[in-house]
């Protein structure tokens, strides 16, 4: 069994958790609450934030150039096209400018990008992998099972269903393969003395993504 088999078996529990979510089910429905998208989107937008540089440090510490190129691959994507995606999204939730560029983090959001961050400058590079084939395995996960399952959320007939579509399809194994299997196949490499620190890594990004998951559903505030 891959290091990477064995964590998903041993936090299956968790990884059903982040992957089958309230939001996620009722995403591909069509009927998940426009004022959750709106939330999540804004929070992601600024998630993303720490993703790239998580991704950045993670390619200044690549063993070599060909470790290197399939996050220097990711990190384009996120700054290319995926932000150009984030702009005309939006334009369609009618979110300005003024709002979405003074997007307040949530304390989830926050939390998350701290811990990716920290993990980024104080890890190795196997690590930081291990918590990257959390974030883009969860989504690749949900994202296939959808698209496999055939779910149409634009048939609910609801403002924002083809763009839920949209959402959807970007995250597939069409888009996130690449990603997955490489960070997956670097988890997969780690000796028998890393693998203590990967769970935790792996346990910790999973309770992060359904916590997401919940803010992003529900609401958070400041206590």
């Given at each position: 069994?891959?290091?990477?088999?064995?964590?998903?078996?041993?936090?299956?529990?968790?990884?059903?958790?982040?992957?089958?979510?309230?939001?996620?089910?009722?995403?591909?429905?069509?009927?998940?609450?426009?004022?959750?998208?709106?939330?999540?989107?804004?929070?992601?937008?600024?998630?993303?934030?720490?993703?790239?540089?998580?991704?950045?440090?993670?390619?200044?510490?690549?063993?070599?150039?060909?470790?290197?190129?399939?996050?220097?691959?990711?990190?384009?994507?996120?700054?290319?096209?995926?932000?150009?995606?984030?702009?005309?999204?939006?334009?369609?939730?009618?979110?300005?400018?003024?709002?979405?560029?003074?997007?307040?983090?949530?304390?989830?959001?926050?939390?998350?990008?701290?811990?990716?961050?920290?993990?980024?400058?104080?890890?190795?590079?196997?690590?930081?992998?291990?918590?990257?084939?959390?974030?883009?395995?969860?989504?690749?996960?949900?994202?296939?099972?959808?698209?496999?399952?055939?779910?149409?959320?634009?048939?609910?007939?609801?403002?924002?269903?083809?763009?839920?579509?949209?959402?959807?399809?970007?995250?597939?194994?069409?888009?996130?393969?690449?990603?997955?299997?490489?960070?997956?196949?670097?988890v997969d490499g780690a000796s028998s003395q890393e693998t203590k620190?990967?769970?935790?890594?792996?346990?910790?990004?999973?309770?992060?993504?359904?916590?997401?998951?919940?803010?992003?559903?529900?609401?958070?505030?400041?206590?």
């Amino acid at each position: 069994m891959t290091h990477t088999s064995d964590l998903k078996q041993r936090h299956a529990g968790l990884w059903r958790a982040a992957t089958t979510h309230p939001f996620i089910e009722e995403l591909g429905a069509g009927t998940l609450p426009s004022e959750s998208f709106r939330r999540y989107f804004l929070q992601d937008y600024v998630f993303v934030n720490d993703l790239v540089k998580t991704a950045g440090i993670a390619v200044s510490k690549a063993p070599d150039l060909e470790f290197a190129r399939p996050v220097e691959d990711f990190l384009h994507a996120i700054l290319g096209a995926e932000d150009a995606l984030f702009l005309k999204a939006f334009e369609t939730l009618r979110i300005p400018e003024s709002e979405y560029r003074n997007v307040d983090q949530l304390p989830t959001t926050s939390a998350f990008g701290n811990f990716l961050v920290r993990l980024a400058y104080e890890g190795s590079f196997t690590e930081i992998c291990c918590a990257m084939f959390v974030t883009e395995g969860v989504y690749m996960d949900w994202g296939e099972r959808l698209r496999i399952e055939g779910a149409d959320p634009a048939a609910a007939g609801t403002e924002l269903g083809e763009f839920y579509q949209g959402w959807i399809d970007l995250h597939t194994a069409d888009v996130l393969g690449e990603i997955v299997s490489f960070t997956g196949s670097v988890v997969d490499g780690a000796s028998s003395q890393e693998t203590k620190r990967l769970d935790a890594i792996f346990e910790r990004a999973l309770r992060y993504e359904i916590a997401f998951w919940d803010m992003s559903y529900s609401g958070e505030a400041w206590p």
